[in-house]
């Protein structure tokens, strides 16, 4: 296998705040490779360290098998395509595209040649003598990406080129973008914060949150087979459950058993459950029948209607068909096996470390919490919260802890929050109240909820 | 009725303001050596002006050109180090820009006079003979935040990126910097320099404080130790008459680039 950059547990770090933790990935001649996450999770530090702009702190990036580190950008064989295209204002299409071959010193009629034929590739062909002031957004964007490829790199970087055009024009550069890649046989790595982009021009997709990889793939593997509630929330829409797995093809998920194809699990094992809305099939034969649910709403999308039912234990799932069931109408569902996709839990609780301080309190997160402990003050002790024990309080003043609602999925019958709080630690909340991201709660914890608290080595 | 008292006022208010340069205008063009008495219209003071037949003092040529020398010097080094400070300010983040940005702007706020004097103890503390060059240093300190302050607005509306897009193209940090950032700061130097020369052009407190004793006078010295001496050389009316239409001019070139440069930008 042909790998033209391979990158090395990079990690990266703004002030406190790391940013990117031990990175590695490979990326293969001529591929069109995605950087997929939600805004702040690094996939454009880890682009702008491949181009040279940031240091790595650790690890490193090989790029044909030799060291970039040190390199310093313009003499990295690779060219960029900025988010608000960096066009120089100052300069025509011709001399902004010709920006780098005449720092090469190429001769005149050759650079004229190449300009030409960059412009045909991106269909701009009169436009040489324009100012780049009076081009559409999409135009700019056009000629940013010859002045990229006019330079022949071996790697071509795109930090989120599309974000700035509308819709239609989006639609339009996406598939001129794989025309291109197809064309030029260039290595695209590509950044981005729309899924469905991703999906659409890829290769293959690394997903990031929190500066780390959550999944590699390709674009088919990812939507069908995500390894997390995060990458199964962040890629389309879908269900997202808590389950049992019983034992090996078999698992329980909203009061009710069902056949899948996941193994190796264990018995009695708790267990993230993915259902695509798509993947809920109506039904009005009874021996097919796997539950029964009343439809709440439905909205028509043009292709399909999108469905919200309240199953008969009292869970909620989106379905999209393309015939519409009347609301209020009780409908028949089945989920065929293979579309139930089973994923190990993260994390079943909380579990926190922190010293005794007295017969009442234990401090943990850096903040006293009123718990009967039964050891020492001073003792080092592991505590494990469920996320039921945690309660988030609108007034800041009555919680212990002050902290932000940082992400939020919702898993058919309660919510399960990440909240973030001031220092930086993270907690995971099951709630059935409603939050907005980025709410500031008041963190308390209910002591008779099953919080269990041990020796920190015992 | 309300209209036309808010008009008067206006026009009151424009003309107690022109007053004394239309005055001073109008009195170029007579003879009289005493500031008021209207002896018939003559070009005869432009001619002694432009030929060097100076009635009174011979000295007031080497004055004007001392300041338009010094003006020139100092605002081309103010350009250079005002537009490297702004860089610098505009890389810098959150509490240090602030507090930079407010270092800046307190020697414009400050008073002259007590720039010049603190400048006048620098040097004899240093042991700087005065002369040309203390002038020029004490022009470019208090000239440099101007420019800082034209330099800045562009760095803020350049697309942060543009800097990046020229490296990763193959320049080197300084073709970068003089193929990319300065054409696209140019106009905000160019603003800089105009403004940091007429800064200089009418400096006096300073420049009497750094001047020495070995007898450099600019123009706004001169005017002050030649009406001690009493009376004003009548060469200065016509003097006085250009100095403010090349003032004037600048300003109205200063206005229509910000226009223009506004226009620009509005077209983005």
């Known amino acids: 296998m042909d790998k033209i950059i391979e990158i090395k547990n990079l990690s990266k770090s703004f002030g406190d705040k790391k940013v990117l933790e031990d990175i590695n990935l490979y990326i293969r001649r001529g591929e069109f490779l995605t950087l997929l996450g939600p805004s702040g999770c690094g996939k454009t530090t880890l682009l702008r360290m491949i181009a040279g702009f940031l240091q790595p702190d650790e690890g490193s990036i090989l790029m044909e098998g030799k060291e970039l580190a040190g390199i310093p950008p313009h003499e990295r064989p690779l060219n960029t395509v900025f988010q608000r295209y960096a066009l120089f204002p ?35 062909s009169d436009y040489e003598d324009r100012d780049v002031d009076t081009l559409s957004g999409g135009q700019q964007q ?42 030029l046989g260039i290595t695209f790595i590509y950044v981005t914060h729309d899924q469905e982009e991703a999906l659409t021009l890829s290769d293959t997709i690394v997903v990031l949150n929190e500066g780390r990889i959550q999944q590699i793939g390709t674009p088919v593997d990812i939507y069908n087979e995500p390894v997390n509630s ?58 097919k029948t796997q539950f029964t649910a009343k439809v709440k709403s439905c909205t028509f999308k043009g292709v399909h209607y999108e469905m919200f039912v309240d199953t008969d234990t009292g869970n909620e799932l989106m379905i999209q068909d393309y015939d519409a069931y009347p609301v209020d109408s009780t409908v028949r569902l ?51 919260v469920p996320f039921e024990a945690v309660d988030l309080l609108d007034n800041l003043d009555d919680g212990v802890l002050d902290g932000e609602v940082h992400f939020i999925l919702y898993k058919g019958d309660h919510y399960h929050l990440t909240i973030k709080t001031d220092a930086g630690d993270f907690l995971w909340v099951d709630t059935n109240d409603i939050w907005d991201k980025g709410d500031l709660v008041g963190i308390r914890l209910i002591a008779d909820k099953g919080i269990k608290i041990s020796r920190k080595d015992g | 009725m309300g209209k036309f008292f808010a008009r008067l006022y ?42 060097g037949q100076m009635q009174g003092n011979a000295s007031l040529l080497a004055a004007v050109e001392n300041t338009v020398l010094i003006a020139l010097v100092a605002a ?61 240093l004490a022009h470019i300190t208090f000239c440099t935040p101007y420019v800082v302050l034209s330099v800045l607005p562009k760095l803020q509306q350049m697309n942060p990126n543009i800097y990046e897009a020229a490296l990763d193209l193959g320049a080197t940090p300084s073709q970068a910097l003089w193929k990319v950032l300065v054409p696209e700061l140019r106009p905000g130097m160019v603003s800089g320099f105009i403004l940091a020369f007429t800064m200089s052009l009418d400096d006096f407190a300073v420049t009497f404080f750094t001047r020495g004793t070995i007898g450099l006078d600019t123009l706004s010295t001169y005017i002050y130790t030649d009406a001690r001496k009493g009376g004003l050389t009548p060469e200065l009316r016509p003097l006085m008459t250009l100095i403010f239409l090349v003032i004037l001019i600048l300003l109205v070139i200063i206005n229509l680039r910000q226009d223009r440069l506004q226009k620009q930008n509005e077209n983005r």
Not at chain 1, 90 to 111: C, T
Not at chain 1, 158 to 168: F, I, M
Request: hydrophobic content about 45%; some cysteine.
């Open chain 2, 10 to 51: 206006l026009w009151v208010l424009l003309i107690l303001l022109y007053a004394p340069l239309v005055f001073i205008a109008v009195f170029s063009f007579t003879e009289s050596k005493v500031l008021g008495s209207w002896e018939g219209f003559s070009t005869h003071l432009y001619r002694n002006l432009l030929t």
């Open chain 2, 76 to 136: 081309a080094f103010s350009t250079l180090l005002g537009t490297v400070a702004a860089i610098g300010i505009h890389n810098l983040k959150g509490r240090k820009k602030k507090a930079v940005s407010f270092l800046n702007n307190i020697p414009m706020i400050n008073p002259d006079i007590i720039t010049g004097v603190s400048l006048f103890l620098l040097f004899v503390f240093l042991h700087i003979s005065q002369g040309y060059v203390t002038v020029i």
């Open chain 1, 230 to 287: 995060f990458v199964a929330d962040f890629i389309g829409e879908s269900n997202i459950l808590n389950g049992t797995m019983i034992r090996d093809r078999r698992v329980a998920f909203m009061g009710h058993e069902f056949d899948c194809v996941d193994e190796g699990f264990g018995e009695d094992v708790p267990v993230d459950v993915v259902v695509r809305p798509e993947d809920i099939y109506f039904t009005t034969e009874e021996s």
């Open chain 1, 334 to 384: 089945y989920i065929d096996p293979d579309d139930i996709q089973v994923m190990k839990k993260e994390r079943t609780c909380n579990t926190l470390y922190g010293t005794v301080k007295d017969e009442e309190t234990v401090t943990l997160l850096g903040a006293d919490f009123p718990l009967k402990s039964g050891f020492e003050a001073g003792t080092e002790v592991k505590v494990e």
């Open chain 1, 142 to 183: 056009r000629i940013a990406i010859a002045r990229a490829i006019v330079n022949q790199p071996k790697v071509l970087l795109l930090d989120e080129p599309l974000a700035a055009l509308d819709l239609k024009m989006r639609k339009d550069m996406q598939t001129e973008l794989k025309e291109m890649h197809k064309k």
């Open chain 1, 90 to 124: 100052h300069l025509d299409v011709y001399d902004n595209i010709a920006f780098g071959l005449k720092l090469k010193k190429v001769p005149e009629d050759e650079i004229e040649k190449r300009v030409r034929r960059v412009l045909k590739l991106v269909a701009m």
